[in-house]
């Protein structure tokens, strides 16, 4: 849930950018109060066109040394898996607090450094998992949070896409990488936002394939995740989807959460709130619709600042990263016996 807002101290905060994709421009996008300082990226192309939108004041590089000598107070890094975890190692050597994009790195091991590097160091680093922050799933946690549907009982979901021509050639498709294939890529979404209402988990089974594309990674995954008391959340993540979805239910004692789309390809985002009546029988029906728009990537990012300004341990953070690989390890490694190319996902770790 966000945070009931506070009202930091009045501060404008320096940023900088590294990976000036789709994503770092989402995310240049919610910087609306804050300037960015520093545009890096391998290709100089995007990184001039980031730090042309970003101002006079940014200056564009193909080498973090930009970003780590800046006087940026925080940096917002979305680089290829692979790369997140050492990026945001030399950014926290650095001083500087970060916003690292999902999976956060690709083995629980990498999170452990990190974990240690923040806390010595006295850093912020928050994990970028946006989905918390889409209207319905925040809706979906209040509901949730004042009791009415009762005690959660299990969750079930399925996110997916179809893949695109040329997609088992893309950075994604490389074990070196990514780490992985669907699980770690849109997976870690569902096991993430699962863990905020049933985890910490004590039970995980499952396995990741490859049924369709020609790539040494993953295109689909299967989980049944159990927690202490016994709750289940059963996830499938595919890109054998063919049309695009996103569906998170949440079942509890006295009524169920639907949440479906995340708007663009996969459809209006919406929440269907059944609420059991005495009587049972068909349910009382609540439908929330949020047509305007995907606010996640601004909501994220403004708390990111508030975990700056009141120096605040920002959740998700590393912890919660941790616990999402540590899932996706356990699926790699149930895996290997069947499918080998999930071994050289799993070598990175």
């Not at 169920?256 to 609420?275: A, F, M, P, T, W």
Request: aromatic content about 8%; glycine content about 8%.
């Amino acid at each position: 849930m966000i945070h009931p807002h506070t009202e930091p101290p009045a501060q404008q905060l320096r940023f900088a950018i590294i990976g000036c994709g789709l994503i770092g421009n989402k995310r240049l996008q919610s910087l609306r109060n804050h300037s960015v300082v520093a545009a890096c990226d391998l290709a100089w192309d995007r990184a001039a066109d980031l730090a042309a939108r970003a101002g006079s004041q940014c200056v564009p590089a193909t080498s973090s040394d930009a970003v780590l000598t800046s006087d940026a107070d925080a940096v917002i890094i979305s680089a290829t898996n692979a790369a997140l975890a050492p990026l945001t190692a030399e950014c926290i050597r650095h001083g500087k607090h970060v916003l690292v994009e999902k999976p956060v790195g690709i083995s629980t091991a990498e999170i452990d450094e990190l974990l240690k590097l923040a806390e010595d160091h006295r850093t912020l680093v928050r994990a970028g998992y946006n989905h918390r922050y889409h209207p319905a799933i925040q809706k979906a946690r209040q509901i949730f949070e004042s009791g009415i549907i009762g005690e959660l009982m299990f969750i079930r979901a399925r996110y997916g896409h179809g893949g695109r021509i040329g997609y088992d050639r893309e950075w994604r498709a490389d074990p070196a990488q990514s780490g992985g294939g669907e699980l770690i890529d849109q997976g870690v979404h569902l096991i993430d936002l699962a863990g905020w209402f049933l985890g910490p988990w004590t039970s995980v089974d499952g396995h990741a394939t490859t049924y369709f594309w020609q790539m040494p990674v993953d295109d689909n995954a299967f989980l049944s995740l159990r927690n202490a008391a016994g709750n289940t959340a059963w996830l499938h993540v595919s890109c054998t989807e063919w049309k695009n979805l996103f569906s998170f239910e949440i079942y509890g004692k006295h009524g169920k959460l639907h949440i479906e789309g995340l708007g663009g390809s996969y459809g209006v985002e919406r929440l269907y709130h059944y609420q059991m009546l005495p009587a049972m029988g068909p349910p009382d029906t609540i439908i929330y619709e949020y047509p305007r728009g995907d606010e996640s990537w601004r909501l994220e990012t403004a708390e990111f600042v508030d975990d700056i300004l009141l120096n605040r341990t920002p959740t998700p953070g590393l912890q919660e990263a941790r616990a999402t690989l540590a899932v996706v390890e356990e699926i790699y490694r149930k895996s290997m016996p069947s499918s080998n190319h999930l071994r050289a996902a799993l070598a990175n770790s």
